[in-house]
């Protein structure tokens, strides 16, 4: 427990530096009253920086797991040790696809921050200093598998695991994360069989177009939901409409002049109502 409490040592200063710097754009912003150009590309910078810290949040919660399920797991039984051994998978799998999204992100911001004419100086900084605790952070999980590794091989119980986690990691789990999406314009959508034009009834309810009763899902893109918590656009949110229903307060659109990102709040909650993502850009 003493080295999990150094670890958060070191990472609560990243995100105490990064509260900071998302206290000073909310003070320097608060006045306006009008999205201008500069405060959109402020409240883009504080929504990235915020789903970085929630990641690095998300990946210490887990880190937690794995140490507690692998202690005292000597005097399991097999049946228990197998379930154990997929629920430590598991977490790694998902503190593998979030140190890479947080890494994404990281390195988005950078991009956005260093092209834009509104750059912020003391941002620069602050992404050092995040890319500082990602990194440490990366040589943590590193270790946390080298002694899980060590575990399996030390216990007879745990050996045959191993297999087990293969075929978990390859089959159950990939059928349980996949999730597809797909964008383009009206037109686009329309000769692909994903969007149909309304009837004049339903134009006049303000509706352009609705989803196909059936579509081909094999024109979408497959992706891991736990390692796409962001899709980058070149396209600027005002220019994107989501067709597919997702629910409320999931995700959050954030983007600049030329560009935006949609970013992934809560995966569950995100595909709970459609696993297909159907993005219209205009």
């Known amino acids: 427990m003493d080295s999990m409490a150094v670890r958060d040592s070191r990472f609560r200063v990243a995100l105490v530096v990064a509260a900071a710097v998302l206290l000073?754009?909310?003070?320097?912003?608060?006045?306006?009253?009008?999205?201008?150009?500069?405060?959109?590309?402020?409240?883009?910078?504080?929504?990235i920086l915020a789903q970085v810290q929630k990641n690095l949040g998300r990946i210490q919660q887990k880190e937690a797991v794995v140490e507690r399920l692998s202690s005292?797991?000597?005097?399991?039984?097999?049946?228990?040790?197998?379930?154990?051994?997929?629920d430590i998978a598991a977490s790694i799998?998902?503190?593998?696809?979030?140190?890479?999204?947080?890494?994404?992100?990281?390195?988005?911001?950078?991009?956005?921050?260093?092209?834009?004419?509104?750059?912020?100086?003391?941002?620069?900084?602050?992404?050092?200093?995040?890319?500082?605790?990602?990194?440490?952070?990366?040589?943590?999980?590193?270790?946390?598998?080298?002694?899980?590794?060590?575990?399996?091989?030390?216990?007879?119980?745990?050996?045959?695991?191993?297999?087990?986690l293969d075929e978990y990691i390859q089959g159950q789990e990939a059928q349980l994360y996949t999730v597809y999406y797909i964008s383009g314009t009206f037109d686009e959508l329309v000769s692909k069989g994903i969007l149909v034009s309304v009837n004049p009834i339903e134009k006049l309810f303000g509706k352009e177009y609705r989803l196909a009763s059936d579509f081909n899902v094999k024109l979408f893109k497959k992706v891991d939901m736990l390692e796409t918590r962001d899709l980058f656009f070149d396209k600027p949110m005002r220019s994107l409409?989501?067709?597919?229903?997702?629910?409320?307060?999931?995700?959050?659109?954030?983007?600049?002049?030329?560009?935006?990102?949609?970013?992934?709040?809560?995966?569950?909650?995100?595909?709970?109502?459609?696993?297909?993502?159907?993005?219209?850009?205009?």
């Open 72 to 86: 005292g797991i000597e005097g399991k039984n097999s049946q228990n040790a197998e379930q154990i051994g997929k």
């Open 24 to 47: 000073l754009f909310s003070s320097c912003t608060a006045e306006k009253q009008k999205l201008d150009p500069q405060q959109q590309h402020i409240e883009s910078v504080m929504a």
């Open 93 to 164: 799998h998902f503190i593998d696809s979030t140190l890479v999204a947080s890494k994404n992100l990281v390195r988005k911001l950078e991009e956005e921050n260093s092209s834009s004419s509104y750059r912020v100086e003391s941002l620069d900084r602050l992404v050092s200093e995040l890319q500082l605790a990602i990194n440490t952070k990366d040589g943590e999980v590193t270790a946390l598998k080298g002694n899980v590794q060590k575990l399996n091989a030390q216990l007879s119980s745990l050996l045959a695991t191993v297999d087990v």
């Open 241 to 282: 409409n989501i067709v597919t229903p997702h629910t409320a307060g999931s995700y959050e659109l954030v983007g600049g002049k030329t560009s935006s990102l949609l970013l992934i709040r809560d995966e569950n909650a995100f595909w709970q109502k459609s696993r297909c993502l159907v993005i219209v850009t205009e």
